[in-house]
């Protein structure tokens, strides 16, 4: 184990510049995921808001008696995506318009008879919140008889939803290409690696030494390669994030990732790094020590 | 020891490196194996120790089937043989001792064994006095003492040298083909080849002579009063 390391380690102080490299593309490729991450999440966070407002409107007949529209909201509550039902009276409306509609209010206010229908007002559940729950909740309140027409912003809705994973989706796109791109210097910097050490690989084979032996420095290395990148997107993403939340005035505040997410990054960082190497070292092992062998012969 | 049936290399380039060669070599032997360059020594040598594969015909090597092991299996092969080139490959930015300790580090040995072990054939070789040497430190005939002690640190049943004195001034020749002799008395097998014929004279082992990728002569048939 220890000679594992030295070996791997021995790569960083005779090639410093590839190995700088090879970090600092992985830490591009996660930064930039990491980027859009942010900005997923953020967007999220900021949609949560107006989430709470997607809301299901359902309007009742007129005449239909108190006691059908109670039973009716208790029976629509227990539905597993409905949150909350609200019974607004007829009398309630106009209260709401009232109070709310200031331009409007004189003109409520000659009202003889109340021309607002009463109606439930249904909240849905954190993971409901979008078009296609939306509308089958409101398809089934739609069922009860008394029901006379059920409203919910369902372009609101859907534009909502495409926001949300519009970031996600650039994000996981710029990333991959950057990550493709990591991979491919990584496998370029372990192949300069493998020729700088054909010496010791090709005496490493003559003594006997497995494959895994000898290629356990090498994925050592990348995977080293890879935490670093991982760490350094992290930090990168962090300083970005500061720079925002000081240049802008964003209310309600920034979220940063979560110790979870960071995770993720750095295992990711790892994964690169080490697929990077082993592909690599699988492709050049054999030739540059064979190729070595008969040179020196 | 080993045993070579009817093997058969040709190069994906058309060249004939070995055509038809057959022979076996008993346990404690010593074996020349000579010729001009080109005439197939070291190919023989690499089928040996599985860096070739024959493209037909049977390898055997130490109870191992040579020109049917799988890759992963090489590697046990080799920890049962000592491999020394006229180039020594040692590695330059290492001590004597840490070039000997690399052998034993990467097949695995227990750490606490590596430090006895190297001092033992570094002895054994005659430069327990130059383990920390460089071996740009070191003379063409040391360097090859220090390789064939790396060579030796496995405790090989078989010593596979690709004309070892090929670099060699005649001092230091004789010092290394003394060294081999002496190895081979301990019990090791050793194939030797080498174009020096003055070598060869010198002494009464067994010689194979190749040419062109065929063994021309044979002096155990010879001894037997076979016909080839
Ligand atoms: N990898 C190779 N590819 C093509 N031809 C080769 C290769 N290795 C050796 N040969 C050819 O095989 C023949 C024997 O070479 P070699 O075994 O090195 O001879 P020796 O060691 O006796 O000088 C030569 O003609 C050489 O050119
Ligand atoms: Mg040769």
Redesign the pocket.
């Known amino acids: 184990m220890r000679l594992l390391t030295r070996e791997a380690l021995l790569s960083f102080r005779r090639a410093p510049l590839l190995s700088a490299l090879s970090v600092t593309t992985i830490a591009f490729s996660l930064f930039t995921v990491g980027l859009f991450g942010l900005i997923a999440i953020n967007l999220r966070e900021a949609l949560r808001d107006l989430e709470e407002r997607v809301e299901i409107v359902a309007f009742v007949l007129r005449g239909t008696p108190p006691e059908t529209i109670t039973l009716a909201s208790q029976d629509i509550a227990t539905f597993p995506e409905v949150l909350t039902v609200t019974y607004v009276t007829e009398d309630d409306a106009l209260a709401r318009a009232r109070r709310e509609l200031v331009e409007f209010r004189d003109a409520y206010r000659d009202l003889q008879v109340n021309p607002l229908p009463a109606s439930l007002e249904i909240r849905l559940r954190e993971g409901f919140r979008d078009a296609v729950h939306a509308a089958a909740v409101a398809e089934r309140v739609r069922g009860f008889s008394f029901v006379e027409d059920v409203r919910f912003g369902r372009d609101w809705v859907e534009q909502l939803d495409g926001l949300r994973d519009l970031a996600g989706i650039l994000g996981l796109v710029i990333g991959g290409v950057f990550a493709a791109v990591a991979i491919v210097i990584i496998g370029v910097t372990i192949r300069l690696t493998l020729l700088q050490r054909a010496r010791e690989i090709h005496i490493m084979r003559l003594v006997g030494a497995t494959n895994w032996f000898i290629r356990g420095p090498f994925l050592l290395e990348g995977a080293l390669k890879g935490f670093l990148g991982g760490v350094l997107a992290l930090v990168l993403c962090y300083a970005g994030y500061t720079a925002f939340r000081n240049n802008t005035s964003v209310l309600g505040g920034l979220v940063f990732f979560g110790p979870h997410h960071m995770f993720v990054i750095v295992v990711f960082g790892v994964f690169l790094g080490l697929f990077g190497s082993l592909v690599s070292v699988g492709r050049h092992l054999r030739t540059v020590s064979g190729r070595l062998d008969?040179r020196m012969? | 020891m080993i045993r070579l049936s009817h093997v058969v290399k040709t190069?994906p380039?058309g060249?004939l490196?070995l055509k038809d060669v057959s022979f076996h070599v008993p346990k404690g032997e010593f074996v020349f194996l000579t010729?001009h360059?080109?005439?197939?020594?070291?190919?023989?040598l690499r089928m040996l120790y599985a860096e070739e594969r024959p493209s037909q015909g049977e390898v055997r090597v130490g109870g191992h089937l040579v020109h049917a092991l799988k890759a992963d299996e090489i590697p046990r092969l080799r920890r049962r043989l000592g491999i020394v080139f006229q180039d020594f490959r040692l590695l330059e930015d290492r001590t004597a001792f840490e070039n000997i300790a690399f052998a034993l580090e990467v097949t695995g040995a227990r750490a606490d064994t590596i430090p006895a072990r190297v001092t033992r054939v570094l002895t054994q070789v005659g430069l327990a006095a130059k383990a920390r040497a460089h071996p740009r430190e070191l003379s063409g005939g040391e360097q090859q003492r220090v390789a064939i002690a790396r060579a030796l640190v496995n405790d090989p049943a078989i010593l596979l040298a690709d004309e070892p004195t090929g670099n060699l001034d005649e001092r230091a020749t004789r010092g290394v083909f003394q060294l081999l002799r002496d190895i081979n008395t301990s019990g090791t097998v050793v194939v030797m080849?080498t174009h020096d014929l003055d070598l060869v004279r010198q002494t009464t082992y067994r010689t194979i002579e190749?040419r062109e990728?065929s063994v021309v002569f044979d002096s155990a048939d010879e001894a037997r009063g076979e016909e080839r």
């Open positions: 008969r012969v | 190069f380039n060249s490196a010729g360059s080109g005439a197939g020594k070291s190919t023989l080849a190749m990728g």
